[in-house]
């Protein structure tokens, strides 16, 4: 069995915050956001899982075998671009209700 705490990648900071996000028609999103520096550091799905800034190798270790390369990384990709999407999406919400996560508020 493998246990860790979660740092962020930026500053190494372990003081997070979990963000969840419901939207309709889409599963439950939990966004692992940096309470010191405010950087995304994790985005965790009901089907998958994107660790913001450990690369394409962290990432496709954790999916489905017999994909072709080319398909897990256009995967990748989306995954990347949805999870900075989301993370904008989510602090944008936060700071409208006066919860920053930067410490700032």
């Known amino acids: 069995m493998e246990v860790h705490r ?4 930026a500053c190494g900071s372990t003081e997070l915050h979990n963000v969840l996000r419901r939207r309709e028609g889409d599963p439950q999103t939990v966004f692992v ?5 405010g950087e995304l550091v994790a985005v965790y799905g009901l089907a998958a899982y994107y660790h913001h800034g450990k690369g394409f190798e962290s990432w496709v270790a954790r999916q489905r075998p017999g994909e072709s390369a080319r398909t897990l990384r256009d995967r990748y990709e989306k995954a990347q671009y949805d999870a ?9 919400e936060l700071e409208r209700q006066g919860k920053a996560l930067d410490g700032k508020s």
Request: aromatic share 6%; proline share 0%.
């Open 33 to 37: 956001g940096c309470a010191k520096c």
């Open 6 to 9: 979660q740092r962020c990648q």
């Open 84 to 92: 900075l999407e989301g993370w904008a999406e989510v602090r944008e």
